[in-house]
C-alpha cells in the first residue's frame, strides 16, 4: 500500500545537487567529454546500446557521462529517452553474410573460407595492469598494424559465408526456417508465455549481459547441457536498410556494428529425421562478445521444448528467464523497496506484536 | 555497400541515398556546391516534411538466415522536399543528423533533374562512393594483420 507523503522537497533537491556535484568530481580535473567515452570506453557504450535497445553511440555515451558510469541507470536513461521518439519504420532483416567483417572466428573449423581474424581482440593478453597507461600526456606506444596507404590484399573475400551455411549445405546442421510472418515486438505487446522463437531472441538482445552469462554459463555446468561449440563469432559493420513511405524501394540508410554468435550444439535425430546438430543465436549491438556468445547458449537452452528435450534446468525455463533478464525492470522491482512502506510496515509490525503477545500469555499459562 | 540488383528503374536512385546517407556534413555541402555550380543557385523547396528524428526497429534473422525477430533500435533523421515540379527529394539517414538530411533531400531531388540529372550522378556521387570505399577499406585492412596463418606441428620422436 502506498500513500503519499510529503515533505522531502528540499532533501530531495539537495541530493540531486550533490549529485551533480559528486558527478562532476574534483573540479582540478578535467571533465570527461562524450566524445571521450565513445571512443576510449567503447565498450560500456556498446552495451548500453544493446540493453538499452537503441543504437546511437553518442546517446549512449551521454548517458554514461549522467549516470557517473553506472550503466543500468545509464540503461534506463537511453530506454526512456527511446519512448519519446516515433518509429518511423522496421528495418529490412538484416544480412550478417554481408557484414564487413573486422573479427571472426571458429572454434570448429581451423582452414574455413574467408580465413580467422582475431581483429581487435582481450582474447590472448595477459591480463595484466598495464602502467603505461597510466603515463598521463605521454601517447603510448601503438603499433599501427598497417598504414592507412596500404592497400588490402587482393585475396581479402569481399564476403565471408557464415560457417552455418556451410554445415547447413552439408546437411549436418539444421537448417533455420523463415515463415515470413511479422515477428512479435514486446515494445509494443507485452511479453506472455509460451514466447515464440523471435519473441525470445528480442528479450534475450535486451537482456542483462550479467544475468545471461550466469545463465549460459550454468548450462555448462550440467543445467540444462547443450554441448556447445562456438560455431563462430564475427564482428563488424553491416547495412540497414529500410523501406520509405515516399520511395516505391527500400534504401540504406547507414551502418551499424553488431556482434554474431553462431553455437552449434549437440544433434538430434529421430525415426525420420538422421542425427543433425542444432544451434543457438546471438547478436549485439557493437563489439558485444559475451552478450551475443551468453545469449546464444540460452537461446539454445530455451529450445529445449521444441527440440523434444525436458527442461529441468532454469536457464530452459522461458517464463523464468525472459521475466528477468531485463535489468531495467529487476532494478525498478528492487529497487522500489526504497520507497516508503510505512503503512505496509505498520500493519505487519501491529500483526506481529499481536502474535507476540499471544505466544508470551501461552508461555505464562503454561507455567 | 549491398549490391543492388533490382529493382532496375530506381537502381541509381537508389544507389545514390545510400552512398548519400554515408557521406559526411563537409561532403554533402561540397556535392551541393557542386550541383550548384552547375545548375546555378538553387531555390530551396517547401518542405513536406520538414527534418525530423525518430527510430527504426532494426530486425535480424534467428541463426542468420531464418526466421526475422527485432533486435533494437536505431536513431533515424529523416527529411522530405517537394520540388515546384512536384518532385520528391528524401532522406533517411542514420543517426541524429537533422542538417544533413536536409541537405541529402535537396541533393536527391536534384539528381531526378530530367535534363542534367544523369551527369551530376556521376559526377557528385562517384567522388563520394570511392571515398565511402576507401574510408571502409582502410577499416578493414586494420584487421588484416590480425588474420590467424594457422600450422601443424609434426609430431616428430626421432622414431622411423
Not at chain 1, 550533490?18 to 568530481?25: H, K, M, T, V
Not at chain 1, 603515463?135 to 565471408?160: F, L, N, R, T
Not at chain 1, 550444439?265 to 547478436?283: M, S, W
Not at chain 2, 539528381?111 to 574510408?135: N, T, Y
Request: proline share 6%; hydrophobic share 40%.
Amino acid at each position: 500500500m502506498y500513500v503519499a507523503v510529503k515533505g522531502g522537497e528540499k532533501a530531495i533537491a539537495g541530493a540531486h545537487r550533490l549529485l551533480a556535484e559528486e558527478r562532476r568530481g574534483d573540479p582540478a580535473v578535467p571533465e570527461i567529454s562524450l566524445d571521450q567515452i565513445e571512443q576510449q570506453l567503447s565498450f560500456a557504450v556498446d552495451r548500453v546500446m544493446s540493453e538499452g535497445s537503441l543504437y546511437d553511440p553518442e546517446l549512449a555515451a551521454l548517458a554514461i557521462k549522467q549516470a557517473r558510469g553506472d550503466l543500468v541507470e545509464a540503461v534506463f536513461l537511453l530506454r526512456a529517452y527511446r519512448t519519446t521518439l516515433p518509429r518511423f519504420a522496421d528495418s529490412l532483416p538484416i544480412d550478417t553474410a554481408d557484414m564487413a567483417v573486422r573479427r571472426r572466428v571458429s572454434a570448429i573449423f581451423k582452414d574455413l573460407p574467408g580465413g580467422q581474424m582475431l581483429g581487435p581482440t582481450f582474447d590472448y593478453t595477459l591480463r595484466l595492469l598495464d602502467f603505461s597507461l597510466m603515463a598521463e600526456g605521454k601517447p603510448a606506444d601503438i603499433e599501427v598494424p598497417m598504414s592507412a596507404s596500404d592497400p588490402m590484399p587482393a585475396d581479402a573475400p569481399a564476403q565471408m559465408p557464415r560457417v552455418t551455411d556451410l554445415l547447413v549445405a552439408d546437411g549436418i546442421l539444421a537448417a533455420e526456417t523463415d515463415d515470413g510472418e511479422r515477428p512479435a515486438d514486446i515494445t509494443r505487446i507485452p511479453l506472455s508465455f509460451p514466447a515464440d522463437r523471435a519473441t525470445r531472441l528480442q528479450a534475450l538482445a535486451r537482456g542483462d549481459e550479467g544475468f545471461l552469462l550466469g545463465l549460459g554459463y550454468s548450462t555448462q555446468r550440467g543445467y540444462g547441457r547443450s554441448h556447445p561449440f562456438a560455431g563462430e563469432i564475427r564482428m563488424g559493420d553491416v547495412a540497414v536498410e529500410l523501406q520509405p513511405e515516399e520511395l516505391p524501394f527500400p534504401i540504406e540508410i547507414g551502418d551499424i556494428e553488431l556482434t554474431e554468435c553462431q553455437m552449434v550444439n549437440q544433434y538430434k535425430g529421430d525415426a525420420e529425421n538422421p542425427p543433425q546438430f542444432t544451434r543457438g543465436y546471438g547478436l549485439a549491438f557493437g563489439q558485444g562478445e559475451r552478450k551475443a556468445m551468453a545469449m546464444a547458449l540460452v537461446d539454445r537452452a530455451l529450445r529445449a521444448e521444441e527440440l523434444g528435450e525436458v527442461a529441468t534446468s532454469p536457464a530452459q525455463d522461458a517464463e523464468f528467464v525472459l521475466s528477468h533478464c531485463d535489468n531495467l525492470e529487476a532494478s525498478g522491482f528492487v529497487q522500489h523497496l526504497k520507497l516508503p512502506h510505512y503503512v505496509d510496515f505498520q500493519a505487519e509490525l501491529s500483526t506481529l506484536r499481536a502474535l507476540r503477545a499471544a505466544h508470551a500469555k501461552r508461555a505464562e499459562a503454561a507455567e | 555497400m549491398k549490391q543492388i540488383t533490382e529493382p532496375p528503374e530506381h537502381a541509381p536512385r537508389r544507389r545514390w541515398l545510400g552512398v548519400l546517407a554515408r557521406a559526411s556534413r563537409a561532403e554533402l555541402e561540397a556535392a551541393k556546391g557542386l550541383i550548384e555550380q552547375r545548375l546555378g543557385p538553387v531555390d530551396m523547396p517547401r518542405f513536406l516534411r520538414r527534418p525530423e528524428i525518430g527510430m527504426a526497429m532494426v530486425r535480424g534473422r534467428a541463426g542468420g538466415d531464418g526466421a526475422a525477430f527485432n533486435l533494437g533500435e536505431m536513431t533515424v533523421t529523416r527529411c522530405t522536399l517537394q520540388f515546384s515540379d512536384g518532385r520528391l527529394g528524401c532522406a533517411y539517414l542514420a543517426g541524429r543528423r537533422l542538417e544533413e538530411s536536409v541537405l541529402v533531400a535537396l541533393i536527391d531531388g536534384l539528381l531526378q533533374d530530367r535534363r542534367h540529372g544523369a551527369a551530376l550522378a556521376d559526377d557528385v556521387i562517384e567522388p563520394l562512393a570511392e571515398a565511402l570505399a576507401a574510408r571502409r577499406n582502410q577499416r578493414l585492412a586494420k584487421s588484416q594483420p590480425t588474420k590467424v596463418e594457422f600450422f601443424t606441428m609434426v609430431r616428430g620422436d626421432g622414431r622411423p
